[in-house]
Each structure stands twice: as structure tokens, then as C-alpha cells.
């Protein structure tokens, strides 16, 4: 407010070096408070200037440079194109084969900071011939640049498949995956990040990125004491897992599907999350791999994240997992059944049903797929008999259903369903004439004799 602004300006210029470096860190505090200060270094026509600069200054003038175009560019995807228009990516570039580590760090993590925000800008960062630089980056002996330019080339990768082949064409991924196992739990997060955003876009990519020999490597991150590390981890694994159940079975026989019920089960809240997804990706893909799921005991685990958990998308995520488990034979269902979930999904389903809010609509919907899912395989009767009574009648149709499916064949069934008082709850089902609840329930009075049912 005071105009200072215009009086660094021309300190940048100043014969004083210690002078020029000074006023660049200051603009750069200043651009890094917010976004229309930022702007005010942009129309200030500050940037050219610090980009001449950039490539003929001393090693400390040049962080200070570097510093605020990385504090202009982190806000948006407009101030990142100012960024850019002024050729500061020539110049970052250029930085990164600096003789000095510091130097490399601030340009890396100003290319990163433009990288981020969409892939029009993450490729004029890869035009401008960053890529191979950063790769060299990593391989520096310095942890601090390490950690910057792996997470710089994972800004670049995450945005479409061509600009992760990018990455992946400069031999960054058997880097990367060397550095799992190193000690440094920031680089380790930065490096899964990395690996995680490259394998997620493609069957040939994620299979890049097994074939690095990353397992069972980085099963020994989901027991890492840094949460970010094990979900992190995590995350790495379901992004593979996801594609095809080819990679599913590897990672299966790897271990992976134990260590990650194994890491749910040792964590809390949102680092939960990405082993969830895992486990119902697994179990998606066939019948044997979802029985993998069964065996390895991941089912009490995710029952656990129903019961636990606040956020409404963590739960959500844990009714679909158990969705996909149960879905393919009576077999699965039953497992799932045996665990008391029912009740649970049911519950979750009423309560939400009458929320307004939108994620909350996402989430009844997912928890009805997953009940559907697991009733419509589900003929385990004793679990099926407790959700008569409170289930609204688009899920009682598929409660009943069940029951109408297996009471006619199963004469101890049908005994234990009187003396249970099913029957009874079924004659207070009110279901509109003609309907298919009604059909069920029809079918189900005919297995019994006229006095009983009456």
C-alpha cells in the first residue's frame, strides 16, 4: 500500500550486490504472502528483469530469482503463464546445471511450482528441456535437491500419459525406484508421489513401474513410521493394482494385498484411505482375487473403517471395498455377511438418505451399490434376517428376494424362519399389489402352510 514496490525495483539494478539480492528476496516475500501481490510483481514488469539476471548474477542473486518467480508462479495458472511468457523456463532450465546445489534446488522447485497446475504448462516446463536435467538432479548427492526434483517430476507426470512418458523416457523411474529404501522419509514421500502419478495412467506405464523391481520393496514403506510415506505407499500399489488383474495377481503374490490390510489396520483417518481403494480394486477384478482379499482377513479391517471412521468419504470408500468383495458368488457374500456388516451399511444408508448435501449424495449411493452388490449374492439367511425389519423398500425388495430364492429348497430354513419370527416381519412388509416386493413375498407364503402363515 505504501508503494514499495516501485522502490525495489530499480534495487535490483543497484551496483551493490548484497543490495540487488536483498530487494529480490523481498519482492519474493512479498509475492509469496498472496495472489494480487503476486500480480503486482507481474505488472510491475519486474520479471524480465530478474530473468536477464538469472543467467549472468551470482550464485546468490540467482535463488533470490529464482525464489520469486516461484512465489509469483505458485498461485495460479494465469500468474505461472506470466511466468512463462517472460522465458524465465530457458532460464530455470539453464539453473538446474548450476554448479551449485542451492542454485539447482530454487530453479527446480520454481519449475515444479509451474508444473503443477495443468498440463499446458507442465509441457512448456518438458520444452524447455527440464526433464533430463531433473533426472540428473536426482541422482546429486545433496538429500534437499533430491527430494525437490523428485517431487518436481512428479508435478510434471501427473497430468496426462504423453507427459508421464516424458519422465519415464528420460530413465527417471529406475532412479526413483532405488531411492525407496532411502532413509529420508521426505524423499521417500516425494519418490512414491513420483512413481504413483507415472503408474496411474496406463497399463504399459504401471507395468514400468513394476518391472523396476519396486517389489517387495515397497511393501516396507506401509510400516514406515511418516504417515505421508505409508500412504503414500499405499497409494503406489492401488494405483497399479487398479489396472488389470494381471498386475493385481502380481501384486498379490508379492504380499501386497496382507501388508496393506496390514497397514489399515495400524492407521487412522485419510492415510486409511488409498489401502481401501486397493483392496476393492483387488477384489473387483475376479472371484480368486476378491478370495485373496477374504484369506488375507481384509474384511474385518474395512468392517473396522465402517464403524471408526467420521468422514463420510473414508466410510464410503469402505462400503464400496466390501461391495466389490461380496458381489461375485454366494460364497464371498457370505463372508462378508458373517462379519455383521449388513446392519452397518444399512444404518449408514438410512442416515444419510435424508441429507441435502452433495458428497453425502455420492456416498448413499455408493453404500446402496455395495448393499445391493453383497444382497443380491448374499444366502446366508441369519444375516439377512435382522434387515427385515428396517430397511426401506427399495433394499427390502432385495432383502426378500433372497429369502424367496432359497426358502423354497431348504426345508431347515424354512423351520428356522418361522420360529425366528421372519415370517411374521414378512407379513408386516407392506408392499404395493403387483409389485415385485410383493412377488417375493408371495412366493415365500406359498412355502408354508395357509394356518402358519395366517
Not at 522465458?87 to 534446488?105: H, Q, Y
Request: hydrophobic share 45%.
Amino acid at each position: 500500500n505504501s508503494g514499495v514496490m516501485s522502490l525495489l525495483r530499480p534495487l535490483l539494478l543497484d551496483v551493490v550486490p548484497t543490495i540487488q539480492q536483498t530487494a529480490a528476496l523481498a519482492l519474493g516475500r512479498l509475492a509469496n504472502y498472496n495472489d494480487d501481490l503476486a500480480e503486482a510483481v507481474v505488472k510491475g514488469d519486474i520479471l524480465p528483469q530478474l530473468v536477464c539476471s538469472l543467467s549472468e548474477q551470482n550464485r546468490f542473486y540467482k535463488k533470490a530469482a529464482a525464489f520469486v518467480l516461484r512465489a509469483v508462479g505458485k498461485h495460479s495458472p494465469q500468474l505461472a503463464q506470466a511466468v512463462v511468457q517472460c522465458g524465465a523456463l530457458e532460464s530455470l532450465a539453464i539453473c538446474l546445471e548450476d554448479f551449485d546445489p542451492g542454485v539447482k534446488e530454487a530453479a527446480a522447485w520454481a519449475l515444479g511450482y509451474i508444473a503443477r497446475h495443468n498440463s499446458e504448462l507442465s509441457q512448456a516446463v518438458v520444452d524447455a528441456g527440464a526433464v533430463p536435467l531433473l533426472v540428473l538432479c536426482i541422482q546429486e548427492p545433496e538429500i534437499a535437491l533430491k527430494r525437490i526434483a523428485a517431487s518436481t517430476l512428479s508435478d510434471i507426470s501427473k497430468h496426462s500419459p504423453e507427459l508421464a512418458q516424458t519422465v519415464v523416457d528420460a530413465g527417471a523411474i529406475a532412479h526413483l525406484a532405488q531411492m525407496i529404501l532411502n532413509p529420508d522419509a521426505k524423499l521417500k514421500r516425494q519418490v512414491l508421489s513420483a512413481l504413483s502419478q507415472i503408474a496411474k495412467h496406463s497399463v504399459d506405464l504401471a507395468e514400468l513401474v513394476v518391472e523396476a523391481e519396486i517389489f517387495p520393496v515397497v511393501l516396507t514403506c506401509l510400516k514406515d513410521s511418516d504417515e505421508y510415506v505409508k500412504k503414500n505407499g499405499a497409494t503406489l500399489i492401488r494405483e497399479i493394482a487398479k489396472h488389470t488383474p494381471e498386475l493385481s495377481q502380481f501384486i498379490v503374490n508379492a504380499g501386497g494385498v496382507a501388508a496393506v490390510i496390514d497397514c489399515i489396520g495400524s492407521c487412522r483417518g485419510t492415510v486409511r484411505l488409498p489401502g481401501i481403494m486397493m483392496l476393492g480394486y483387488v477384489a473387483a477384478h475376479s472371484e480368486n482375487l476378491s478370495m485373496a482379499v477374504i484369506v488375507s482377513k481384509g474384511i474385518p479391517p474395512l468392517c473396522t473403517c465402517l464403524v471408526e471412521e467420521q468422514e463420510d468419504h473414508i466410510k464410503a470408500a469402505a462400503a464400496w471395498a466390501l461391495g466389490q468383495v461380496g458381489r461375485h458368488t454366494p460364497e464371498h457374500a457370505r463372508a462378508v455377511a458373517v462379519a455383521n456388516v449388513l446392519p452397518t451399511l444399512l444404518s449408514m444408508y438410512m442416515d444419510t438418505h435424508s441429507s441435502e448435501d452433495l458428497q453425502l449424495k455420492a456416498s448413499i449411493f455408493t453404500t446402496k451399490r455395495a448393499l445391493k452388490n453383497i444382497l443380491q449374492k448374499c444366502t446366508y439367511l441369519p444375516a439377512l434376517e435382522p434387515l427385515l425389519q428396517d430397511a426401506p423398500s427399495n433394499i427390502m425388495k432385495h432383502i426378500v428376494g433372497q429369502f424367496s430364492k432359497v426358502l423354497p429348497h431348504d426345508s431347515k430354513a424354512r423351520r428356522l424362519f418361522v420360529t425366528t419370527g421372519g415370517l411374521k416381519k414378512v407379513q408386516e412388509i407392506k408392499a404395493e399389489p403387483g409389485s415385485l416386493l410383493q412377488e417375493y413375498i408371495n412366493t415365500i407364503n406359498n412355502c408354508f402352510p395357509e394356518e402358519i402363515v395366517r
